[in-house]
Every structure is written in C-alpha cells, then in structure tokens.
C-alpha cells in the first residue's frame, strides 16, 4: 500500500507547522528553499491546528493552508493532511466543557495540553465531523494531498488513556449488555460471587478505578477492550467524514508498544499503518537494546498489514522528554532512517521540520535549528537522508519483507498477564518478548508479530513468550499448526486463563501438543538460585520457575538442578503429528534463549542471508518482490568486517564484495546477490 500511495517514493519530510510562523513569510519562504536542499518530498500538516483553522465556532480560516498547500505542491512536495483532534481549542473546551475527558478518580481534565477529549461525546465528535468535512471537501481532491493522517497518538498520554465521564460509562455499560446480554453471564465471566461482587443492576457497574472496583480482573480486561473498540470508533467516525469528498487512504500515527490501545483492532479500519518511533540512542555505548526494541516497533508496523508501513515521526537529532536526550552521534541519524526501511518502511518522516521557538517543545530537535538553518550538522545528515532515499527508491519499489519466523505479540494477553496478580507482579510482557525478538535479531532473521487470531501457516516457526490467556480457538489453531509440520514455542505461565481470565481447569489447553503437565508455578525468593545444563553448557534460571512434569514421549532437554523440584523439565520437547512443541519451563537470560533459538533455527533452515554468525550489534534484514535486497546493518561505533559470505554487489554503489563485508561504525549497507 505505502508505495502504491507514494507512487514508488520514499517519503522524505515530517511535520510541519507554518501556522506557527504566519508573520514571518521570509521563513515560510526559506522553508520551502530549505526543504528542496534536504530533499524532502512531502510533509504532515495540521496535526495540532485546530484553533488555527476554526478560531471560532463553524468559522473555518483554511487560507493559510490553502496557502501552504499550494505552495509546497508548486514545489513537488506531497502533503499528509492530518485532522486536528489531537488538541482542542479553547472556545470548544469553555463551551462545551463535556468534552474534557474525566480520568479514573473522577477528576475532569482543566482545559490545556493535548490528546485529552472524551472519544465518546456527541459534542466532540459532531465539531471534528464538521471540521474534518470541511478540510475534505477542500483539500480532500487537492494533487497535492496523498494521505488522511487521524488524529494524533491515539489513546494519548493521560493514565489509563481512557475517558471515566458518565457517557463513557453507560456506553460501557450499553457494550456489556451487547455482549453478555444477561447480568448473569457477566456476574459468571467475572467470577465475581468473589468478595460478594454479583451484579444486579447495569447500573452498578463503573468503570475500573484505584478508589473503586480496582482488582476485578474479568471487569478490567473488558474496560480496556471496550476502550479500544470506542477509540476506534471514533477514529471511524473520522475517517467516515474526510471520506466524504476524498479517497485518499487513511492512516492514524501508533505508538511504540502503546499498551492502552489493542492495535490489532484499531489497524484494521485504517489503510495504511504509520508509526512514531523514538528509540533512546546513547544511552550507554552499547546501542543494542535501543535497536532492539526500534527493530522491533518496525517489525511490529509491518507484521499489521503484512504491508509497508510508514515511519510517519522520527527526530534528526534528540528528544526532549527523557531525562537526558543525547543527540544522535554523526552516523546514527543515517542508520537508524535506514533501519526503518530496512524493516519495511516506506519513509523517514520527522517531527518535526522547524523548532519552534516558544512553548513545550522548543528543544525538542528539529531538522531546521534555531539558528544556522541549512549550515547545521544535523540539517546536512537530513539531507544526506533525503539524497540516499532518491537514489534507493527504484530499489526497494515492491518490496517488502516476508519472515519465516514469527512472535505471538497479543495485547489481551499483555493485559491480563501483568493484571494477573500471580506469581510475581513485575512480569513485565514486553521485556520479555523483547528477549526473544533480540535473539532473532542477532542471528540476522527478521521476525513478524501476529496477533492469537493470525494464521500461522507461512511461518516456519512461531514462538509465544507468557502466552498466559488463550482466546477461544487458539488452542485449536495453535494444534493444527504444529500438527501439519511447524515448530511452535510455549514458555511458562501460558494456556492458564481464557477470554475473561477464568482459569483453565483440568488440562493446560495444549497439553496434548506440548508433552508437558504443569503443576506448580515458582517464583523463587533470593539464595533459592536455580539452573539447567542445556547442550553442555550451564544457564541460571531467572525469577520463574514452572514445576511440570513430561508426558511420557517428551524429550526432556533440560532438569532443574536445585531445589525440590531438581530432575523436573526446564526444557522439553515434544513431537505432535508432524511438528514439534517446545517448552520453556523457567524464566531465562538471552544467553539460554541464544543457544536455543540456534539449534531451532538451523532445524527449521532460517538464517541470515549472509550465511555466518553475526558479531555482536551487527543484524540483516530482507525486503523481497520484485527483487530482493539484503541490508546490513552496524550498530557498533567500530567499523566490521564480515567474511566468508559468499559474493555480494554493494547494490547502491555497483561495488562487488568478494566473500567479505566492510561496514563502518554506525553504517548500513544494501547489497544482493552477484548477478542478481
Ligand atoms: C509525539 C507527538 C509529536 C511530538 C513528539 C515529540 O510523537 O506525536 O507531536 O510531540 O512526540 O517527540
Ligand atoms: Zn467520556
């Protein structure tokens, strides 16, 4: 989709906000000189304009815009026009102070900051319908336009991103009636005879709150799902108005990891998925865990639609929200654009174009500084972006990438899994998926992130890190899978809780596929230290460990060495129809998983294209179509030589690499096959 809309470009730009500028139309002058240097090719408009474009009441002011547009389009610039919902004006926020949104203790929000609206009231949605009417039916046809941008960080950065007011909640209450239809059926999904919470009123239930009904796990897990679905349908209802006059695609910006959205649900009324990504760059000299988790968000964007995707904020230079924001090191700025394309973007997009000079965000970098405009380093690293896009672009047209391994990456079950209140109550969803992506990454092998509902079956291996909750049919799935032939991963505290987190009685759900009986479940105090000898070599276990035991045609791995559960699995495996279920009992460290995942890999013929192990902080990744392009990338600040690859050509430069690979400190390189 991405290239198709971009017209095979690589988006080169960022977000721009000229109405910040109006009385100086020499810098909106340079800005169009400036852009042209940096090479870039499109950039987002009116993302917070809301009091610019409507300063009062049903008056719309679109000439500046008009204006704007016009201009960049004269230029060759393409627009991504955003609707302004991410922050309110203040006329509607004093009249129509329902708007607001009212957090978990009841509190309504004091006009001010932004993404702070009730998703739910009739007034909000009826002033964004007609705004976004407005903006359609004048600029939705414009040439210059290509892509509807919805609001702004959805689900936005107030506690539980959710809206508490009384409407929210008896649309609550209206969804819980549409789905269990009796009191009874709620009151039984909930558990709730439990501390003698049994409904009899829809009235009675509120929303979950820290002075209220906050330990209800049932009633939690379904506020957060009913939080999606009202987000995404307001979304819906935007996109339902800028369609009016428009058939540009829609897109709305997500989040690194955003927890209070399930993703997976609200991608599916958008038609092309965008991200903002952020990674902390620096913060020590070992940059991994940083490109970890920014490899990881891109694999995330890509795995939604199985499509390109679009980098749609990124920042030339730092950020100014950590509590030390770095400036990118000369290189990373290169490297970190292309890694996004490297794991199947379709543009290196900024926030944002020009620093502002007042108010929250004036440090925050930007491609055009305060001061030095087109002299400035990071001005010249943008530019040299925008140079290597241009020049790659027929390149990577029609590409995109396709892996054979892939994450189970479910939102219901970072939900319920962190509420369990269980063996520990740090589990920490994320971390721990990252420790299996990070695997992948170093041995080269790009990983997509499927949902409990995706289908398996391109997939040579799928692994499901604390798979706590099984939706209804996952289990079955999850058996034909392994059953026709793959290979499927399950570690402790998975298949425990269903759709309501009741908990599975008798038999773990997959019992039958993965060889494995689970009794106990540890989480062992310190001076309880534990471990494994797996492949002669010895692993500690970490702060879990689950006691099972094996079914009697289960390949025990590894045993527990301490403890009363010593000569109980740790890791087995176990043959089912065609394929193989592996089972990871305890909680490990990245250098068990690395050995693991090794062994699994080579059975199941996935590597990195290059064919060698990969120094550490050096990772591939593969965009295939119409051609297939290889890319190397060096998060070391030292240069590396990679050797006994076989012949490649440097497929920017025409160079032939003959069985070896230089790569610079904070380098990337595209290559293919020789001859390819
Ligand atoms: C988010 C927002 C932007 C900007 C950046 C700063 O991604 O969408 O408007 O505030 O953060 O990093
Ligand atoms: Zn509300």
């Known amino acids: 989709m991405g290239t198709h809309m971009t017209g095979g470009r690589l988006l080169h730009g960022g977000d721009y906000n000229p109405e910040q500028w109006l009385e100086r139309p020499e810098i909106l002058e340079e800005d169009i000189i400036l852009m042209k240097e940096a090479g870039i090719n499109c950039v987002t408009l009116g993302v917070f304009s809301w009091s610019m474009l409507e300063p009062e009441e049903g008056r719309y002011d679109f000439a500046w815009l008009a204006e704007r547009i016009d201009r960049l389009y004269e230029n060759g610039i393409q627009v991504i026009l955003a609707t302004p919902s991410g922050a309110m004006p203040h006329w509607l926020t004093q009249k129509y102070p329902e708007v607001m949104q009212v957090q978990e203790d009841e509190k ?125 349908d307001f979304c819906r209802g935007e996109i339902y108005a800028v369609r009016k006059y428009s058939n540009r695609p829609v897109t709305t910006n997500f989040m690194d990891f955003f927890k209070n959205l399930n993703y997976h649900r609200l991608q599916s009324c958008l038609n092309v998925i965008s991200w903002d990504s952020y990674p902390q760059w620096h913060a020590s000299k070992d ?37 030390f924001n770095p400036v990118k090191r000369p290189g990373m700025h290169m ?59 027929g390149l990577i047209e029609g590409t995109v990438n396709r892996p054979g391994a892939a994450i189970v990456f479910d939102w219901e079950n970072w939900w319920a899994l962190e509420d369990a209140s269980g063996p520990r109550l740090d589990l920490d969803y994320v971390s721990e998926v990252l420790k299996h992506y990070q695997v992948f990454w170093e041995q080269g092998v790009d990983v997509d992130f499927v949902s409990m509902d995706e289908a398996f079956e391109s997939y040579r291996i799928v692994c499901a ?90 390949q025990v ?14 890791v087995a495996r ?65 240069n590396v030589s990679l050797q006994g690859i076989g012949d490649w050509e440097d497929a920017e430069t025409g160079e032939i690499c003959r069985d070896r690979l230089e790569l610079g400190g904070f380098s990337l390189k595209m290559i293919r096959r020789k001859g390819a």
């Open 108 to 232: 309504r929000n004091l006009p001010g900051l932004r993404h702070n609206f009730c998703y739910t009231s009739p007034v909000m949605r009826e002033k964004i319908r007609r705004m976004d009417l407005e903006l359609s039916r004048r600029f939705g046809k414009h040439s210059a336009v290509i892509l509807w941008h919805i609001s702004n960080e959805l689900g936005g950065n107030w506690g539980d991103g959710a809206c508490h007011c009384e409407q929210c909640q008896s649309a609550f209450r209206e969804w819980l009636r549409q789905k269990y239809h009796t009191l009874e059926e709620l009151n039984h999904a909930w558990w709730n005879r439990f501390w003698s919470h049994v409904y009899t009123d829809w009235e009675q239930i509120h929303s979950p709150a820290p002075h209220g009904e906050a330990l209800s796990h049932g009633l939690k897990l379904d506020w957060k799902r009913f939080v999606t679905e009202q987000m995404t």
């Open 287 to 323: 940059e991994v865990p940083a490109a970890v988790r920014a490899a990881a968000g891109h694999s995330m964007m890509r795995s939604m639609k199985k499509q390109p995707f679009l980098l749609m904020e990124s920042t030339p230079s730092c950020v100014n929200w950590r509590s």
């Open 335 to 393: 490297l970190s654009s292309m890694q996004a394309i490297a794991h199947g973007s379709d543009s290196v997009l900024y926030f944002q174009w020009r620093k502002s000079r007042g108010a929250y965000e004036k440090f925050h970098g930007a491609v055009v500084d305060h001061r030095n405009g087109g002299a400035a380093r990071t001005f010249r690293e943008v530019s040299e972006v925008g140079e290597r896009l241009a020049a790659v672009q």
């Open 465 to 554: 890190p604390v798979n706590y909750l099984y939706r209804k049919g996952y289990a079955e799935r999850v058996r034909a899978y392994v059953e026709s032939g793959s290979c499927y991963v399950s570690t402790w505290f998975s298949g425990v809780a269903d759709d309501t987190d009741l908990c599975f009685t008798g038999h773990h759900p997959l019992e039958d596929v993965l060889g494995i009986l689970p009794e106990e479940i540890d989480a062992p105090g310190e001076g309880f230290e534990n471990g494994f000898v797996y492949q002669g070599a010895h692993y500690s276990t970490g702060r879990i460990c689950e006691i099972v035991h094996a079914a009697a045609d289960t």
């Open 557 to 570: 791995l590894a045993a527990y060495e301490q403890d009363f559960y010593a000569g109980c699995p740790a």
């Open 574 to 638: 176990h043959s089912f129809g065609q394929g193989t279920g592996y089972y990871v009992a305890a909680e490990t460290g990245l250098d068990f998983l690395r050995a693991f995942y090794q062994e699994l890999l080579s059975e199941a013929g996935l590597h990195s294209p290059l064919g060698v192990p990969l120094p550490y902080g050096v990772t591939t990744a593969v965009r295939s179509g119409e051609r297939e392009i290889v890319f190397v990338m060096n998060f070391r600040q030292e």
